[in-house]
């Protein structure tokens, strides 16, 4: 038997010469469309240098805004889109925008030397490319509710992250301690400081490099190793959320189950080797799990020891 790609609505309307399913994949921009391969044209709003091979991209519709759903949401914060550049191809990125937010759409994008992150590093503001999605599982918001939440992250892995603390501080009062730990390899690789500054006001944040750099005066080392003594949490009440190489969860999961924080609770966002979106291609595989279908979070036990 085939992989169940979507799930069809109550609502789905047969005519004698199309059949038009209203999809749900996960997201909004996947309610009611026709074709889930079919992506929509977007143009650039802004483009931000965040780093020397990092630029942040704000897209927007030609016209009208992004769809939200019920819940008055664009997307669910550790979902991704696929961006593509006609003669180029597709990349898939996390969305680093808050989810309330339904007029534009920030993707975080590292010149990673291929072809499409290239292309996207030479477009300007007011070019035009492709959006599909938001495709796959984000993270469980109804679950974390009431929960004392630990974000980390390293890298360009901040996207995910970013949404869901854009949408944990627009519901505070929901929420018990939180923390974000961040770990780059530079002060100049920190992303999204601008943004940073303002949750700070919200929520405890915690940034490490790697190795000791010219006035630096915040922390050094591995975002692992600052958890134990910097982080207050009721661990039977308290979750995780990472994004970032697979190395560094596992680290960082070692030192979380110590405080009482079970696999079960500790939620990964694996944005890796997607290409389709859809479950088709079978190139984003990891075990027996399809990252773009079952993720791209996962709780730590369905994806332990599965990185590459």
Known sequence: MGRVLYKLSPNYVFTPKVK????????????GVKNIYLPQ???????????????????????????????????????FVLAGL?????????????????????????????RVTSALHNLKKGAEITLRGPYGNGFPLSFLEGKDVIMI????????????????????????NVYLLYGVRTPKDILIKGKMK??????????????????WKGCTGFVCNLI????KVSPGNAVAAMCGPGPMTDATEKVLRP?????????VSE???????VGKCQHCTTGEKYVCLDGPVFNYDEIDKNWD
């Open 20 to 31: 038009v399913f209203k999809l749900w994949c996960g997201g909004s921009f996947g309610v």
């Open 198 to 215: 303002e949750w700070e006001k919200y929520i405890r944040i915690i940034l490490t490099i790697d190795k000791p750099y010219p006035g």
């Open 271 to 277: 944005e890796r080797r997607m290409q389709c979106g």
């Open 41 to 79: 044209k977007v143009k650039i709003a802004k483009i931000k240098k965040l780093s020397y091979d990092v630029k942040l991209f704000r897209f927007k519709k030609p016209r009208g805004v992004f769809p939200v759903n019920k819940n008055k949401l664009a997307f669910i914060p550790g979902q």
């Open 228 to 231: 134990q003594p910097a982080i």
């Open 153 to 176: 992250s390293g890298g360009c892995g901040i996207p995910p992250i970013a949404s869901l603390t854009e949408y944990i501080i627009k519901n505070r009062k929901k929420f018990g």
């Open 259 to 267: 405080l009482g924080i079970a696999d079960r609770r500790i939620f």
């Open 86 to 114: 006609w003669g180029y191809g597709e990349a898939p990125f996390g969305i680093a925008s808050s989810p309330y937010e339904n007029s534009f759409i920030d993707i975080v994008v590292r010149n990673t030397g291929g």
